[in-house]
């Protein structure tokens, strides 16, 4: 019997890493939710400019909720489901009722961190796993998000 998934990597690396996976999915439910939030509540003289810019933050958390929970499954396991799940697995905290601007991008800066450092947690394990699938997936989501933490932290000043 192989110790080779469907799409040739080792069974054992291939749970670790959607293991990983599932808990980055977790997080980005919840950084996803928050970013509703701030997105229908936000108040204030910035208003128009964070209204978009969180709609902007949370259609793209959407796609890679999606491409997560499907790597997951191409690598022949189950994402998480339930947002039970995402709660419990989540490191990124759910955040209510909240419209100052300036509050609202700093939750989104210390979420950034969170799934920054789990991505390149991931990112080491593919490279050990030769799952350049996974690894060319958080190397992207890394330099993309690492550009919006500069963005977001200059906006606060």
Known sequence: MSNLNLIGLDNHKA???ANKLNG????????????????????GEKFFELHLKFEELYNDAFLKIDEIAERILTL???PLHTYSDYIASSEIKTTKDVT???????????????????ERELLQ?????????T????????????????????FIG
């Open 125 to 133: 394990l593919s490279a050990d796993a030769d799952d350049e699938g």
């Open 76 to 78: 022949g396991f189950t």
């Open 100 to 118: 100052d601007g300036k509050t609202a991008v700093k939750h989104v800066i210390s979420g950034f961190g969170i799934l920054i450092r789990l």
């Open 135 to 154: 690894n060319a997936l958080m190397s992207d989501y890394i330099r993309q998000q690492e550009k919006l933490v500069w963005m977001y932290n200059a």
């Open 15 to 17: 749970a670790e890493l």
């Open 24 to 43: 980055l999915l977790a997080n980005y439910q919840i950084f996803y939710s928050n970013l509703r939030g701030y997105h229908w509540n936000i108040r």
